[in-house]
């Protein structure tokens, strides 16, 4: 008993060691990555050198991102203050910050949401979720496809769908999800789906991934409803 006390204990103080260095990394990089886009910018320099520059910041960028996602899988648990968020406003500022990043990668995203879709859950983090599962469904897409995301009431739950008909994926690759840094993406992190499945349980809902090869994936995500 007192071992495992102790081992539980380790384990703490070694996330927040690490959680500690990601922050301190973090400093550094953002000056670094300053200094770059000065350089970048100056237009005494070639055309091979800005090259350069941008796939230096790039790299910084592609760092940066590992960072912010390991910090928020690793930040110490807040505590849970469940208020009430608003699936359709969230759910539209999701999506038009996610609209110039379904541009880019040729993909437009749809969005219907019904009216009265209130949930129990925190609304930063609800939006936090969608961010990442929006994400995923627009690089798994082929060009000229849209991603569909949709919001019901069900008796007692708010349901959301976040659909493409990108990639897809086979069945043991959805059994892999939301492992650690598991990704098969060149510039992946493999921890966005730890966060979102983090998410959904802290606010008693439930995931569930529904995908076929070379078809395409949907997400479902059942969150309780707020009642007044
Ligand atoms: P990352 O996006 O950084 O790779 P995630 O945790 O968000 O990490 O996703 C893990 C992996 O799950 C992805 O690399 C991808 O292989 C797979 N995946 C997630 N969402 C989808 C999707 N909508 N369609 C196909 N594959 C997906
Ligand atoms: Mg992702």
Redesign the pocket.
């Known amino acids: 008993y007192y071992e495992q006390i102790q081992q539980s204990e380790r384990i703490k103080t070694a996330g927040q060691l690490a959680a500690a260095v990601a922050h301190e990394i973090r400093n550094p990089l953002t000056v670094v990555k300053g200094f770059l886009q000065l350089y970048e910018q100056d237009s005494n320099i070639d055309h091979n050198t800005k090259e350069r520059f941008s796939l230096m910041i790039g790299e910084l960028d592609a760092a940066e991102e590992v960072i912010a996602q390991f910090l928020a899988v690793s930040a110490p648990a807040k505590a849970v203050t469940v208020e009430k968020v608003n699936a359709k406003a969230d759910l539209h500022s999701v999506t038009s910050l996610l609209a110039s990043y379904g541009f880019m990668h040729h993909n437009q995203i749809e969005l219907h949401v019904e009216d009265e879709c209130m949930i129990a859950a925190n609304s930063m983090e609800f939006k936090q979720l969608f961010v ?1 599962l929006i994400k ?2 627009i ?2 897409s082929t060009e000229n496809s849209s991603v569909r995301v949709s919001a019901v009431q069900k008796g007692p739950v708010v349901e959301i769908e976040v659909s ?1 008909s ?4 086979t069945q043991e ?1 959805i059994l892999s ?1 939301g492992t650690p840094f ?4 060149s510039k ?7 966060i979102c499945f983090n998410i959904v349980k802290k606010y008693n809902g439930t995931m569930k991934f529904q ?1 076929e090869p070379g078809k395409g ?1 949907t ?1 479902t995500v059942q969150f309780p409803s707020y009642d007044k």
Not at 166 to 169: F, P, V, Y
Not at 182 to 185: E, G, M, N, Q, V
Not at 188 to 194: A, E, H, I, K, R
């Open positions: 990442n995923n469904a690089e798994a493409d990108g990639n897809g994926m690759q999800l598991y990704s098969l993406k992946g992190t493999g921890l966005g789906l730890m995908s994936t997400v």
